[in-house]
């Protein structure tokens, strides 16, 4: 039955990276701010191109 | 083996809980639900909606490209936005009103100090090389469509780089290139998109900080909790399923000794702050819930490594991880807030951020900006018309100075400042200047010393309300009892059996009523209460809210309606009641858009409702020169159509050939062209007839008080109250002092006590009172020193919000007693000595579980039976 404990091993160290990675999410504060990232995300599309170009001949 | 592949799946979901477990509560600010549908007469509300702003088009409608515009502000943003292609500002969140948005008169020139370097540095500017970035609070900040715009700040001047807009904390952090824009242009650039940032040192802004720090760490103990939770729960799963016992024995000390080690980790790091905060309450002699907790957490953990060690069985590790778990839950619910909101009260807000410093009274001398942070005692300061006093000051040279004194005192009457007279940080010099030399720097000053008073009283306000202590008490001492019983039954017969009977009451007996169901019912009650316009700072808000048995008004004006139409005339030169001439109406327009002063902003009103299907075009083109307020006394209006007085008939002056009566409850302002005066407004205060019912239906049950800052005769207009309801005592002429006391009296009397007040001069006494209810007019942006938001027009709705909080706290007494039934069984069995590790991974999270099910349905039903009369504000239509 190792094959049993070397699964239960590996499946608990990935979990446990799973596990890291929340802590470190929670601890940079992405948990807060729930609606900025999903505006930001969008508004990175919707402008019109013209206006891109517009500003940067200026 | 199936439970082996469930590990991952199951870790993932739990990892991932928090974030989906609150549901997010829909953004509107304060100042949206002001105009929304709710609380306005039908007819009286017709007016096409703002393009812009989304507020109803009361008054002047103007109509550009087939949309309507409020007022002229609004329409030079939406200029703005177009004319740079960022309309889809306009799409992204069109169901919210921004009614905060509306922006009378764009002011940047005050903004110029931010290109002193030290300045810009004390606000948090980082340069880098070519590149610079700041941080800077926007409180305007309400919605997606608020974020779309700030975020895309680059589009109005190419020297912005970018920008970041953070909807939590209400900032926007902006990267720009120093040579091309300067600091007090991009401030500039927020002010006339209707976001004017706050002047704040970062450390005012870091305050929120720490709030947020905590939040962090009861996510990370919550995820970690999770973890643990479940990973325990697939390991104990094989024993309790009685699969193959030859499989179960050669695996069951690996899975034993990972649960030890999860275990360990979850009560080490997850259960820690019970420890420590029961620690804390024991070292001031005070019993909090987290006693009782922490004993169980400690029996559950040693019994459990007993069992282990001497291999009489699995554990509890189940148990006690599940229960760290939920108890965590119940925690992050308590601190659900309305996220639309951002509560924090700093002093620093409330004083300037820098002041001039001079090095000696001559004129001659010219003044250096400072930050008031690096202000010294003994040096020069100059205060200018408009300035805040950022320091007590001893008057060095003052000219033709008076100072308000409002916030600090509540007289708003100003006053005139002799040289060598004292005058405290905070005051606003209404008008001259003065050279004064400091005394106390902010930090020591009177209103400090006030502020600080204050902060000590409210320290009892955040810990546990006097029913949970009376609760906790009560249940440690009554488990304890039963625990020594059940060992005492048992010792004589069986060791063993009486530790283990012992324990296991400890174990079982968890006060997740208290703990769990009271959280989630609160939490829940926060977002119905948000829908109906009332807005808490938390679930313990809630909590208190239930308890309440006096209020206290602060002021009168939350009673009377300024601005009701009916209750302002125009009288003409001969003193006879008549439409309002076209030069006076623009006059008003015209002033009240420069100044704020309160008669203007109601005769500004009435003229909207009344000149509504009159030509526009026969208001006069007055052009703005100068406009200056004199307070206590008037306002001078220079245009270029001469020079216009507003205000009391001697300020006025001239000939006046009519009769002029002052009612008692109304005031007079004359207007007065050069030396002739046009004619009067007569505004009359009457009281607020919903206002006066909901007096009367509070009356039935709460002790009532109105305590104000008005003279006796400017309060002479709640006399129908007092009429109606005689308990009813009024105070007059109460400085923010004499109100704290009053309050602090109440408090020790034993009372819980709800202030309602507009949250700006009143923070000690607010934070005082058990819950500071503000009560937000049009256009505050101001983060109150309040527990709860209210606008003026949802306070009518406040008995049934109060009425709702009873009887939801009535409610989940319900489901604290179905908890003490599941304590009961658990009990009989614990006491009998046989409580399997089995049945307890099973009753306890079940009994947790159904009871905080019950106190959510309960709440909910509550919320629909009381609460469906108001109106929703969440769901404001457009158009």
Redesign the interface.
């Known amino acids: 039955?190792e094959a049993?404990?070397i699964?239960?091993l590996i499946?608990?160290t990935?979990?446990v990276g799973?596990?890291i990675a929340?802590?470190r999410i929670?601890?940079s504060?992405q948990?807060?701010?729930?609606?900025?990232p999903?505006?930001?995300m969008?508004?990175d599309d919707?402008?019109?191109p013209?206006?891109q170009t517009e500003?940067?001949q200026? | 083996m199936y439970c082996i592949f469930h590990f991952q799946p199951n870790t993932i979901i739990l990892i991932s809980m928090p974030s989906t477990l609150i549901s997010t509560p829909t953004v509107t600010s304060a100042e949206s639900l002001i105009d929304a549908k709710h609380g306005t007469k039908p007819g009286q509300n017709t007016g096409p909606r703002c393009h812009h702003c989304h507020d109803r088009c009361t008054d002047e409608v103007i109509t550009v490209g087939g949309y309507h515009f409020c007022c002229n502000g609004c329409l030079a943003v939406y200029n703005l936005i177009s004319a740079h292609d960022l309309c889809d500002y306009y799409d992204i969140d069109q169901t919210r009103s921004r009614a905060s948005l509306r922006i009378g008169q764009v002011e940047t020139a005050h903004y110029a100090v931010l290109d002193e370097s030290e300045v810009a540095k004390g606000l948090g500017l980082i340069s880098r090389g070519e590149e610079a970035s700041i941080r800077l609070v926007c409180p305007a900040i309400t919605c997606a469509s608020c974020l779309f715009l700030l975020n895309n700040l680059s589009k109005f001047n190419p020297a912005i780089l970018s920008s970041r807009a953070d909807f939590a904390d209400k900032a926007v952090t902006i990267w720009f290139r120093p040579d091309g824009i300067q600091l007090s242009e991009v401030a500039g650039v927020l002010a006339k998109l209707g976001y004017p940032p706050l002047l704040q040192p970062p450390t005012a802004q870091g305050q929120g900080q720490t709030e947020w720090t905590a939040s962090r760490a009861l996510l990370k103990r919550l995820g970690l909790a999770g973890f643990c939770a479940s990973n325990i729960m697939m390991l104990s799963f094989p024993a309790y399923l009685g699969l193959d016992q030859q499989l179960i024995q050669q695996l069951q000390p690996v899975f034993t000794l990972l649960s030890v080690l999860l275990a360990l980790l979850v009560v080490g790091y997850s259960a820690w702050p019970y420890y420590s905060k029961t620690w804390l309450n024991m070292r001031h002699g005070q019993l909090s819930v987290d006693f009782p907790i922490a004993l169980a957490i400690t029996t559950l953990l040693f019994r459990s490594l007993a069992e282990v060690g001497f291999q009489t069985g699995t554990g509890y590790f189940d148990s006690l991880s599940g229960l760290i778990f939920l108890l965590l839950i119940g925690q992050w619910m308590q601190t659900r807030y309305y996220e639309g909101l951002s509560f924090g009260h700093q002093l620093d807000q409330f004083l300037p951020f820098t002041c001039q410093v001079v090095s000696g009274q001559d004129d001659d001398s010219t003044p250096t900006t400072r930050l008031v942070s690096t202000l010294k005692g003994g040096e020069l300061v100059l205060v200018r018309t408009g300035e805040t006093l950022p320091a007590d000051l001893k008057v060095v040279s003052a000219k033709g100075a008076m100072i308000d004194n409002a916030y600090i005192t509540g007289e708003s009457e100003a006053v005139l400042v002799q040289e060598g007279e004292e005058v405290w940080a905070g005051a606003k010099l209404i008008s001259g200047s003065l050279v004064g030399l400091v005394e106390k720097l902010p930090q020591q000053s009177y209103l400090a010393q006030l502020w600080k008073r204050a902060n000590q009283s409210a320290d009892g306000k955040s810990v546990s309300t006097p029913l949970a202590n009376a609760f906790v008490r009560w249940f440690v001492i009554t488990t304890l009892g039963i625990a020594l019983l059940a060992a005492s039954y048992w010792l004589s017969s069986d060791t063993g059996l009486a530790i283990n009977a012992f324990t296991a009451v400890l174990m079982v007996a968890c006060p997740c009523a208290l703990t769990l169901a009271m959280p989630f019912a609160s939490g829940q009650a926060v977002s119905l209460l948000a829908a109906k316009g009332l807005y808490l700072k938390s679930g313990q808000v809630f909590e208190r809210l239930a308890q309440l048995n006096q209020i206290v008004f602060d002021k009168t004006g939350t009673l009377t309606d300024v601005g009701q139409t009916d209750g302002i005339s125009w009288y003409n030169q001969a003193g006879q009641k008549s439409d309002v001439p076209a030069l006076v109406r623009s006059l008003i327009s015209l002033a009240s858009t420069a100044n704020s002063h309160p008669a203007l902003l109601a005769a500004c009103k009435y003229l909207r409702c009344c000149s509504q299907g009159q030509d526009p075009a026969a208001l006069k083109q007055l052009r703005l020169l100068h406009i200056q307020q004199l307070l206590g006394q008037g306002i001078v209006v220079s245009t270029d159509h001469g020079l216009f007085r507003i205000g009391g008939m001697e300020f006025c002056g001239g000939a006046w050939h009519g009769q002029l009566e002052t009612p008692a409850d109304g005031s007079v302002v004359v207007v007065a062209q050069e030396e002739t005066i046009l004619g009067y407004f007569l505004i009359r205060q009457p009281l607020r007839s919903d206002m006066l019912m909901m007096m009367k239906q509070l009356a039935s049950t709460f002790a009532l008080s109105v305590s104000t800052g008005d003279s006796a005769a400017g309060a002479s207009v709640l006399g129908p109250i007092q009429r109606m309801i005689p308990s009813l005592s009024v105070r007059f002429n109460q400085k923010p002092e004499d109100k704290w006391i009053y309050i602090k009296g109440l408090i020790e009397a034993g009372n819980a006590v709800l202030m309602v007040g507009d949250g700006l001069n009143d923070g000690p006494a607010m934070r005082t009172a058990t819950i500071a209810l503000a009560v937000t007019q049009g256009g505050h942006q101001f983060n109150p020193a309040a527990d709860a938001l209210v606008s003026d027009k949802a306070l009518v709705n406040l008995p049934s919000y109060l009425t709702f909080a009873k009887s939801t706290l009535r409610m989940v007494t319900v489901s604290f007693w179905l908890s003490l039934v599941y304590n009961a069984i658990g009990l009989s069995l614990a006491v009998s000595g046989h409580l399997s590790p089995m049945v307890a991974a099973f009753f306890m999270p079940l009994s947790s579980l159904s009871v905080v099910a019950l106190a959510v349905i309960l709440t909910r039903w509550q919320a629909k039976r009381l609460l469906s009369t108001i109106t929703d504000f969440s769901t404001t239509t457009t158009n």
């Open positions: 039955m049993m404990i699964l239960i499946s608990l990935v979990a799973f596990l929340f802590l929670a601890g504060g948990f807060e701010d729930m609606i900025s999903a505006v930001r969008l508004g919707t402008p019109p013209p206006a500003t940067n200026q």
